[in-house]
């Protein structure tokens, strides 16, 4: 793999050893949360969050809707502070580093780590070849044609689509399916490779198909990558998850909670509290 | 899987069934409207107003089709064509005015669009002979000018407001942009002048005035439009690019100004045409000279909307000549403005983005 900027640290003019990827396996935590409040201006979103994010594992978020669970997601890489108003309590660290330290650039903290959104979006201006490209051009990062060209091909194989579009990568993003273009929006995201994938409702908007394409790319994807992704599909989160996360609000409304963690298997075959029974069993939700 | 049969399509109408309607003749309408253009020429030529002729005949028409529709059709289909009929109308209605000033502006501005009209000033001519070069130039120049003042001052503020601006300071610059689009351009020429003559002392006239007071027109067109255009660029693409670790400002300047851009452009034409006609603000602070003069900082500047109105207003003897040039000085000026248009039609077509 070229060597690019893009793996310089998170905290800016700090040189901290960077952890090598392949060590991951024998550590048991790659994100970890606690205490995590977040706050719109006078609106409590989500409150007192505890996590550890298992490496090179899927863990999916589950809840109904309002529960704070992609207000959550957003927070793991500080992409909530693009509202006005948003306010952050607690810890996110990333191998050991808080994320929300004073001296921490949150730019520098999306290299690390990616998200891919709910509905496709390609960048419209832009061919196949840029928009996975643009991670490592808009970044102003200056490697050679070719080792660019590598990178493209690396990170369409990675995100399956290599074979569908290596004939027309100088075609517009936006002529591709639904399916296709939420696989090229996975492939921009490896492309600058981070150590973590966020995915809100990365299938919602695909049909059955395309969502399968996605869950077998998940499989693929979490021996390289940390991967929390927010489903409303309960299926999905089943079939595809080693880890999963079950939000609700009170009875009173928001504060979003987290209500049970564990894996998949536990909270799908033998939960532990009764609301996460009710609604993975579809009793409510 | 041939088994199945394609079913066979049942229309209304072919059945007998309750499905049925009445239904007006398939080229009812065309030849209504025909026989109305007929009763129309034939009107005129009866002597009657061409307008008026025009508007009695599509009248009548329109009262008859619904009418006939309401017979034959029943109470719904003549309240649509009713509501077609008007619509249709109306836009016509709108387009009258338009097509109307059109051919009398090329009617009479064609009897002195010739070479020499392009080529020589006003410099030592009296009567017939002459032509706009000067003022051509000098309307090039002025808006030109204007134009390069107006557009980066017009973006960085609507860049300001649509992706930085918040609370106080957003409110008053969106109140006073919608000021400023209601200031008289006259007082725009007046404040022009103030200024300048602040500095240069009184009566003093240069064609970067007239830019000023023009670029002060400008300014609110270019920052609305390039904000409307900017407030489209879905949020989405946005976070897209921070996602990837894209920092603010390259994302505006790489992922949303490019898929803007195309209606940024239409939206900096249509200020430019916008300006590019008015007299009052440059005949104050440029005025009028009939020769050549291409420096901007020095000395009076002729253009073609001043041009137009002087050679209109206070004619020499015989007035032909100078009416003449006044009207083919007011079509040049809108042939520059068509182009205008088309250049940022075309601008649109080849790099246009589609918005989800």
């Not at chain 2, 059109?102 to 002195?112: D, I, L, P, Y």
């Not at chain 2, 106080?168 to 000021?179: C, H, M, P």
């Amino acid at each position: 793999m070229p060597e690019t900027e893009l793996g310089q640290q998170i905290a800016t003019g700090t040189a901290v050893a960077t952890p090598d990827p392949s060590s991951r396996g024998g550590r048991t935590t790659h994100l970890r949360v606690k205490g995590l409040n977040v706050h719109y201006g006078d609106f409590h979103a989500v409150a007192d969050i505890n996590m550890d994010i298992a490496p090179n594992a899927v863990t999916a978020l589950i809840g109904s809707s309002g529960c704070g669970k992609s207000t959550f997601l957003r927070s793991l890489n500080r992409m909530h502070e693009l509202i006005p108003g948003a306010r952050t309590e607690g810890l996110v660290e990333l191998d050991g580093q808080d994320i929300y330290a004073p001296d921490v650039d949150p730019v520098l903290v999306r290299r690390k780590i990616g998200m891919v959104f709910q509905s496709p979006n390609p960048f419209p201006t832009m061919s196949i070849y840029d928009n996975v490209a643009a991670g490592i051009k808009l970044n102003g990062s200056r490697i050679s044609r070719s080792e660019l060209d590598g990178v493209v091909e690396w990170a369409l194989k990675g995100a399956s689509l290599w074979d569908e579009v290596k004939d027309r990568l100088k075609g517009p993003g936006a002529g591709l399916s639904g399916g296709q273009q939420q696989r090229l929006c996975i492939a921009r995201a490896i492309a600058v490779q981070p150590e973590v994938i966020l995915m809100d409702e990365p299938a919602s908007a695909l049909d059955p198909i395309a969502t399968q394409a996605i869950e077998d790319l998940l499989l693929e994807l979490k021996k390289d990558y940390t991967i929390v992704i927010v489903t409303h599909n309960m299926q999905q989160a089943a079939r595809a998850s080693d880890y999963t996360a079950f939000f609700n609000v009170g009875p009173d409304g928001p504060p979003g909670r987290l209500i049970e963690f564990d894996t998949t298997q536990k909270i799908f075959g033998a939960p532990s509290n009764e609301q996460t029974a009710a609604y993975v069993t579809g009793r409510f939700g | 899987m041939s088994t199945a049969q394609p079913p066979v399509p049942v229309l209304p109408g072919t059945t007998g069934s309750e499905l049925t309607a009445g239904k007006l003749p398939q080229r009812a309408v065309p030849a209504v409207y025909g026989v109305a253009a007929l009763a129309a020429v034939g009107l005129a030529l009866a002597g009657m107003n061409r307008a008026l002729a025009i508007v009695l005949a599509a009248a009548v028409a329109g009262v008859f089709l619904v009418g006939w529709a309401w017979l034959v059709e029943g109470r719904r289909r003549a309240i649509d064509r009713l509501v077609t009929i008007s619509v249709t109308s109306a836009f016509f209605a709108a387009l009258a005015p338009l097509v109307s000033l059109v051919e009398t502006v090329a009617v009479k501005g064609s009897a002195r669009f010739d070479a020499e009209f392009f080529t020589s000033s006003m410099r030592n001519v009296v009567g017939e002979g002459g032509g706009a070069y000067h003022a051509i130039l000098g309307t090039l120049i002025i808006t030109g000018l204007a134009t390069l003042m107006s557009v980066p001052i017009g973006v960085l503020t609507a860049i300001y407001l649509v992706e930085y601006g918040r609370g106080r300071l957003k409110t008053a610059i969106t109140f006073f942009v919608d000021l400023m689009t209601g200031i008289p351009s006259i007082v725009a020429g007046l404040f022009a002048f103030a200024v300048f003559a602040i500095f240069f002392g009184p009566g003093i006239r240069m064609g970067i005035m007239g830019a000023v007071a023009l670029s002060i027109l400008m300014i609110p067109i270019v920052v609305r439009s390039t904000e409307e255009m900017l407030k489209i660029v879905p949020n989405s693409l946005r976070e897209a690019s921070y996602a990837l670790g894209v920092s603010k400002w390259r994302t505006i300047v790489k992922v949303v100004l490019p898929t803007a851009l195309a209606g940024m452009i239409t939206g900096i034409v249509v200020a430019i045409a916008r300006v590019i006609g008015e007299t009052a603000p440059l005949l104050v602070t440029v005025g009028a000279i009939t020769s050549v003069n291409g420096d901007p900082f020095n000395g009076r500047m002729s253009n073609l909307p001043v041009f137009s109105y002087d050679s209109y207003r206070s004619p020499g003897v015989p007035p032909e000549p100078y009416l003449q040039r006044a009207w083919a000085a007011a079509l040049a000026l809108i042939i520059i403005v068509l182009a205008l248009n088309l250049v940022a039609r075309l601008v649109y077509r080849r790099y246009g983005t589609h918005l989800r």
